[in-house]
């Protein structure tokens, strides 16, 4: 997608090819900065900071990270802690294991001297699959959003509601979520989107906003308990999320808050969408109970950083000191709140059938 006026992608090799050039996201939106990662320890540290986020792109950014801990030490017991290593960083989303498991399967039995270099063009061929996918899910997107604008009677844009960001900074390109947005709005159906702020890391505020900005999407922030309202008033034609790890049985795990949308969506009729790709899928978990959620720290909802009127960055408090604080950072839908999942195979029904009946290899 376009920065101002140029396109880019997330994640990038590096022009000596001796490391990836990722976009700072901690930075954003007040400053737009790539940031080099050359060895394992600079990736993990990345995925684990939110400097890159979004199951997608961790995934991918994962996967280089291997790559680049094999041009250490490409044997067996390196390529191992390695793993360890990088799978530590984030515990929800899926993808991460999804991308080591492929550049692992990628090198297996091949002699160490050539291990590095097979991983590193594995990763990259992970990254420009990312695109593929996601730009696929933005077609089958659409054409559920074509058919809930025809449903509108008034002829104004579509509004749609969406949590966290799930935009093409948490891919490589494009999106899940904001994927059909981005199509609707170069094809010339109206939208208009309500972005949640998403507390605490504040990911609609910061990052949703900031790229909805710069394609031109017209949209709205709202704090993350608006939903209820907005929806009461007949102001949501649809919500459409995306995911860290959907369960087997059609389950979505997402940002902390989604439940609450999903639950807002169904006491008022309004359709909840989730976009998936089947990377995110995890086949192996057919319970919501099981999926891992992460535990953020607490500094994430006791402090909050910004930019004051003088265009100097702070960070302030703002709870009294000592507060015991829960941070937990994603929370599971059940499969009966959500109306539909959207693929890059197509849309189905959130099911163990439904997604057999796109997914038959994976689901067996
Ligand atoms: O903690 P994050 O910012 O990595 O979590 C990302 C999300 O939860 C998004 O909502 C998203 O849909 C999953 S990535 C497309």
Redesign the pocket.
């Known amino acids: 997608m376009n920065v101002d006026g140029k396109p880019e992608r997330t994640i990038r090799v590096a022009a000596d090819g001796a490391g990836v050039e990722i976009i700072d996201q901690t930075q954003l939106p007040f400053a737009f900065v790539r940031r080099r990662l050359g060895n394992l320890e600079e990736t993990a540290e990345a995925i684990s900071a939110?400097r890159v986020?979004?199951?997608?792109l961790?995934g991918v950014a994962a996967a280089y990270g291997l790559a680049l801990a094999m041009r250490d030490d490409p044997s067996e017991a390196g390529v191992s802690a390695a793993c360890q290593r990088l799978m530590a960083t984030?515990p929800t989303?899926v993808n991460l294991r999804w991308a080591l498991g492929r550049v692992r399967a990628s090198v297996r039995g091949l002699p160490e001297g050539e291990r590095a270099q097979r991983a590193w063009a594995r990763a990259g061929e992970l990254a420009d699959a990312d695109v593929v996918t996601c730009r696929a899910l933005a077609e089958h997107g659409l054409r559920l959003l074509e058919k809930r604008a025809a449903e509108r009677r008034d002829g104004g844009p579509l509004q749609v509601l969406t949590?966290?960001?799930?935009g093409w900074l948490?891919?490589v390109d494009w999106?899940?979520?904001l994927a059909p947005l981005y199509l609707a709005h170069d094809s010339g159906l109206p939208v208009h989107v309500w972005v949640d702020e998403t507390r605490p890391?504040n990911?609609g505020a910061s990052l949703t906003a900031w790229e909805l900005a710069q394609h031109g999407v017209p949209h709205t922030l709202v704090a993350d308990n608006a939903g209820g309202h907005l929806m009461q008033r007949g102001q949501v034609d649809c919500c459409l999320?995306?995911?860290?790890r959907t369960t087997a049985a059609g389950d979505v795990c997402?940002?902390i808050g989604?439940y609450l949308k999903a639950l807002a969506a169904r006491d008022n009729g309004v359709p909840f969408y989730a976009?998936v790709p089947s990377a995110s899928i995890d086949w192996s978990i057919g319970c919501a109970g099981d999926v891992p959620i992460e535990e953020r720290d607490a500094d994430e909802l006791t402090r909050v950083a910004g930019r004051s009127a003088d265009g100097r960055m702070m960070e302030v408090s703002l709870v009294p000191d000592g507060t015991r604080v829960a941070n937990p950072?994603?929370d599971v839908t059940p499969a009966r709140l959500v109306s539909a999942l959207i693929t890059e195979r197509g849309v189905c029904d959130a099911s163990p059938e439904g997604l057999e009946r796109l997914f038959p290899a994976q689901a067996r």
């Open positions: 939110m986020r979004g199951a997608p961790i984030r989303a949590h966290c960001n799930a948490a891919t999106g899940t979520a890391r990911q999320v995306g995911t860290d997402n940002k989604t976009a950072a994603f």
